[in-house]
Nanobody, 123 residues
Framework: VQLQASGGGLVQPGGSLRLSCAVS????????IGWFRQAPGKEREGVSC????????NYADSVKGRFTISRDNAKNTVYLQMNSLKPEDTAVYYC?????????????????WGQGTLVTVSS
């Protein structure tokens, strides 16, 4: 089981990036796919998640209205469209797969993690 995040880079404040999470197997094998981020010196935080069964989504308050999570089941890929980026969005972004409900972000337990992709928002 592997997840591969990509799409990070350097962007100016107010700009946009789209991150991709390629999932080995099927996205439906998981209860949910989540995006997380970790900024230097800070704890990892949940950003957004999408459930496999109904496609329901959830967002951290800090990104609501700016970020959009989506999935392409045919490509086994989950996307995170990030608009109106701010310097405080700078972090390493990770995607993770949740094989079961739990107590973590969005009410799942995340057991499978991809390596991160760095997003830097700076002028």
């Amino acid at each position: 089981v592997q997840l591969q995040a990509s799409g990070g880079g350097l962007v100016q404040p107010g700009g946009s990036l789209r991150l991709s999470c390629a999932v080995s197997g099927y996205t439906s094998d998981y209860y949910a796919i989540g995006w997380f981020r970790q900024a230097p010196g800070k704890e990892r935080e949940g950003v957004s998640c999408i459930s496999s069964r109904y496609g329901s989504t959830n967002y951290a308050d800090s990104v609501k209205g700016r970020f959009t999570i989506s999935r392409d089941n045919a490509k086994n890929t989950v996307y995170l469209q990030m608009n109106s980026l701010k310097p405080e969005d700078t972090a390493v972004y990770y995607c993770a797969g949740a094989p079961r409900y739990g107590l973590e972000f969005c009410g799942y337990d995340y057991a499978y993690w991809g390596q991160g992709t760095l997003v830097t928002v700076s002028s």
